[in-house]
């Protein structure tokens, strides 16, 4: 079966400071979306990637989608505390009807 | 539009109980999921549906679980019997996706379930 890892597992940064997060796959898939879950609440989209090797920015977020169709990118630039929580990859295949949710990347923001 | 309903939000039940988390998904949109999430084993699909249909269930752990989907409006996952290693947050979500492609998934806010 596929694999889908993220990384870094979590992460502890100051506030204010530039974040990269990535997802890699086995499988090769055509669209990647990112996903926020704050604590106590249902994920959120952030955004949405759906042609390899594009970048698509959403405020202070970034990603990127590889060229290899098998990995993603996840940037924020200047986090502030509000960033806090777990953020998702969730590939699907072209007719979406295999999609799957990564483990994970759990950002903590210190004051 | 109100979003994603669930209900209960918070669920403590004895083992051996049946357990019935409800639904109530966007309107208008045509798919939804049914997740579990736990320290272990992260984000997990279990079910969904799309204008009412189960369309994948590979994901429901065994036949302790079930789920229905009588109305476009409702949905139900039922667990009976329950056993502790079913305490998670199960979280339902809707799409309005038209069936071919799953866009968009909105999330409710999730239903804390603890069997003693």
């Known amino acids: 079966g596929q694999q889908l890892n993220q990384s870094p597992q979590s992460m502890f940064i100051q506030e204010g400071e530039d974040v990269s997060m990535n997802c890699t796959s086995s499988?090769?898939?055509?669209?990647w979306l990112w996903y926020k879950q704050d604590p106590g609440e249902g994920p959120v989209l952030l955004i949405a990637?759906?042609?390899?090797?594009e970048l698509t920015s959403n405020g202070r977020l970034t990603a990127q989608f590889g060229i290899t169709r098998k990995d993603s990118f996840l940037n924020i630039s200047a986090s502030i505390p509000s960033d806090v929580g777990i953020y998702f990859c969730?590939?699907?295949?072209?007719?979406?009807?295999?999609?799957?949710f990564g483990p994970g990347t759990r950002l903590s923001v210190l004051p | 539009d109100a979003g994603v309903i669930q209900s209960p939000r918070h669920e403590v039940t004895e083992m051996g109980q049946e357990v019935t988390l409800r639904c109530k998904p966007i309107?208008?949109?045509?798919?939804l999921f049914w997740y579990r999430q736990t320290m272990m084993r992260g984000l997990e699909l279990l079910i969904y549906?799309?204008?009412?249909?189960?369309?994948?269930d590979s994901g429901m752990p065994e036949d302790r679980f079930s789920a229905k989907m009588p109305n476009a409006s409702f949905s139900t996952l039922k667990i009976q019997p329950s056993e502790p290693r079913d305490s998670a947050v199960y979280f339902c979500?809707?799409?309005?996706?038209?069936?071919?492609?799953?866009?968009?998934?909105?999330f409710g806010p999730g239903t804390r379930l603890l069997v003693l």
């Open positions: 990637l759906y042609k390899a090797g």
């Open positions: 309107s208008g949109h045509n798919s």
């Open positions: 979500a809707s799409s309005p996706g038209s069936g071919a492609v799953i866009e968009t998934q909105y």
């Open positions: 969730a590939p699907s295949d072209n007719y979406g009807q295999n999609f799957v």
């Open positions: 499988s090769i898939f055509n669209t």
């Open positions: 549906f799309n204008n009412n249909v189960p369309i994948d």
